[in-house]
């Protein structure tokens, strides 16, 4: 396991200094995050969570909030309807509406159920409108992201075993012939 979590380590540090690099990311942006650590150690999504691996993929996502003063927010899976663990403060600048269930690794998954033991004041709400987001492992993100999502590449593309996709969003274009947009 051990030889994984390096692998998982620099893997997903390297996706956040692209994160970081590309500026995209505001102040006080949400940022969502779905992960099956199951993909990431080269499993079936849903399989074999691992709390171990979501250790080490907090530690290195939890830059992004304290470099680029984001709000995380975790997407869970299917079993808790893909709903998310905020801290509460995120909770209540965002006006989101809590939920009452507590993640755990059979219904949530590892990544949610770890941050939600890690988090200061953790809840879970039902839905998010993030302005970018991390997909490890294919877990459907979009639904979580601002209108318009627009996808992003990588020059890394996989933590661990799993593939890794980005989003963010830009505003509407709207109007007509005579529209700028600059």
Known sequence: MSNIKETVKKDVSAVVDEWLANG?????DVFVVGCSTSE???????????????????????RLRTE???????QGCEHINRSLVVERE?????????????PHPN?????TSYVYKHFKDPVVVEDVEATSGLDIGETMIGMHIRKVAVP???KQKSIG??????????????????AKYE
């Open 68 to 74: 680029a003063n984001v709000h995380l927010a975790f």
């Open 40 to 62: 990431v150690i080269g499993e079936t999504i849903g399989t074999s969570g691992s709390e171990d691996i979501a250790e080490v993929l907090f530690s290195a996502l939890n």
């Open 152 to 154: 992003l590449r990588f």
């Open 161 to 178: 075993n799993a593939r890794v996709n980005g989003a963010r969003s830009r505003p509407k274009l709207v109007g007509g012939p005579r």
């Open 107 to 111: 219904a949530g998954g590892s990544m």
């Open 90 to 102: 995120t909770m209540e600048q965002e006006g989101y509406t809590e939920v009452s269930v507590i």
């Open 24 to 28: 995209y990311l505001k102040a006080n």
